[in-house]
């Protein structure tokens, strides 16, 4: 009995650490995402600003 019961438990703990490992993956995976994304958005405000500086001069 008291090993079913420790079995449920590390079966339950398991399964907690398999979440918690999924959510912070899904977090790394949303920062790579949101940083790529800055970085395209900032080179191309980068290009126009550039573009505009170049036809000024």
Known sequence: MAGRQA???AGR???REAG???G???DRQTDR???RQ???QTDRQTDRQTD???DRS
Request: glycine fraction near 10%; hydrophobic fraction near 10%; aromatic fraction near 0%.
């Open 7 to 9: 079995g449920r438990e």
């Open 13 to 15: 703990e398991a399964g």
């Open 20 to 22: 918690r490992e999924a």
């Open 24 to 26: 912070r993956q899904t």
């Open 33 to 35: 995402q949101t940083n």
């Open 38 to 40: 800055t970085d395209r």
């Open 52 to 54: 505009r500086q170049t």
